[in-house]
């Protein structure tokens, strides 16, 4: 198979855990005969520090015309201290987002055995957690019309959906639901905005025509963050609205105990972006500590994008294996701690070899560290 990629690094943490998921990646290619053209592109920060805008036009170039774009992380604080600062690195992420029209942001939590001590919550809420948060991504207040007074003492974020923006992302997310346990839960605040009667009006008349073999749950969001540290292993499918799905995904991370090993993918009709939940960590920047692990599973992500089942189990399979066997980076707190370098290196070495031989390999790694 022959695709195009656009790999864009970004900031902090980024360019070192795509370097891993892009040996992995290229062990895949090799090993299945495929063909992937990866070209690099600055976007965020690192694209400001050469005088571009946070999304540069070539980069978004590159973007249109490639089968995925592989993203890293974005973020920079030496722009967050002041609110006043006209470009903020995120915007060319929010830019993408938009100018390429990924509405549906997917993102897949999924607790370890293993490391169920690293949650917060107790062991046996956190074991067998295992959902999908379906997260619209180009409407709702991130892209709603926005005013502020010069004066800086009032500001307006503008909170619009259309019908036909929720439910492109519906159909994706109640066809998902039928893939696996059949329950959607549809998380809105519907007591008190107009859009989330919108989004609970629209939801339950596609239920009807299109999904009556699927169980609708309707949620409010408030209850939904509760129910989510409470009993997490009762939600399968979750959909929801672009501010309340960023929310939820970074606290449904918490709960499985490290967000450096939750990958996402947002789509639009044909093509996808697939990058970690986690941003750009700049503490730990250039240290080679960070996980790449999230950008390694958002690379699985890609693959099944692309149909090549095989190859993405494979990688989960290796993943699987290494945190089975205690290794991990330092945020896994894992019996052997390797660096982000040295994860990368032996998640391509078990994709690279035959399953026979991972336990050797595995022994061989514990003499070297
Ligand atoms: C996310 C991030 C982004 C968002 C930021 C970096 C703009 O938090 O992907 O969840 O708010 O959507
Ligand atoms: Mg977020």
Redesign the pocket.
Known sequence: MNKTIAVLPGDGIGPEVIAQSLKVLKVIENKFQHRFECTEAPIGAAAMAQGLEPLPPATLELCQKADAVLFGA??DPRYDKDPGTVFKP?QG??DLRKSMGFFA?IRPIKSYRKLAALSPLKEEQVHSINLILFRE?TAGL?FGKKQKDEEGRWAIDECYYHQEEIERISHLAFRQARLRKKKLTLVDKANVLETGKLWRSTVQNLHKSDYPDVELELMLIDHAAMQLVLNPRQFDVILTE?MFG?IL??EASVVVGTIGLLP?ASLNENQGLF?P?H?SYPQAAGRNLANPIASILSVAMMLDFFDLTAEAGLIREAVDFLINEGLGTMDMAPRTIITCSAMGEFVSGLVASDKSSWPSMRKSLDKTV
């Open positions: 974005i973020g995120e992420l929010l942001n991504l991130y672009n960023d995904s970074d996402s990058e939940i941003g």
